[in-house]
């Protein structure tokens, strides 16, 4: 197994470059090398952001039961740390990604099936394109990997409400493509 780093300036389709292979096995006193062009492209998805609030559970973008946090049994997002939280409620993971961000809670629910909807409009408009892309990023996959229903909506895309790895790639691959067509 070999990997090859290929750095991207950009999010989207990226074409394979040309590389070389090349090894000098068995007893390393001859070089035998050729260059490799693959037909492959790669999909650049936007970078997560560090700094992402925490998912948006207010109004009208999740469904479900009550959004209280005051059940025990299912992890059903964050809000803000408050004095009287248990320390061990704290979501340190995400405080860490932050870097100097708010404490976070982890609030929990019963059983009830939740939905979320990570919405381009729910954002303020003082963000630009691409850090409402590297927000939303960050928000699919803290719902993904907190096992949770979400939808998508941004420009031309809609995705319904649904959780696992197809869901997973069919959000990041909207955002990667958002702007670029389906090229």
């Not at 993971?93 to 708010?102: E, I, L, N, S, W």
């Not at 609030?107 to 409009?121: I, K, N, R, Y």
Request: aromatic share 8%; hydrophobic share 45%.
């Amino acid at each position: 197994m070999a990997t090859l780093d290929v750095h991207a300036k950009k999010r989207g389709w990226l074409p394979m470059p040309r590389f070389t292979i090349e090894t000098t096995w068995p007893l390393g006193l001859v070089r035998a090398w050729s260059y490799a062009v693959p037909d492959l492209n790669c999909l650049i998805y936007p970078k997560p952001a560090a700094k992402a609030p925490p998912l948006p559970w207010s109004g009208a973008s999740a469904r479900g039961s009550t959004r209280d946090g005051r059940g025990a049994d299912d992890f059903s997002g964050l809000r803000n740390h408050q004095v009287a939280d248990p320390p061990r409620h704290v979501a340190w993971k995400a405080v860490a990604r932050q870097q100097d961000g708010p404490l976070l809670t982890k609030l929990f629910e019963g059983a009830a099936a939740q939905q979320l909807w990570l919405d381009w409009e729910a954002l303020p408009d003082a963000i630009d394109s691409e850090q409402r892309l590297s927000i939303l990023a960050r928000w699919i996959l803290d719902a993904d990997a907190a096992g949770l229903a979400w939808g998508l909506r941004i420009p031309a895309v809609r995705l319904v409400p649904d959780n696992g790895p197809a869901q997973l790639s069919a959000g990041l691959r909207a955002l990667a493509l958002h702007d670029h067509g389906a090229r």
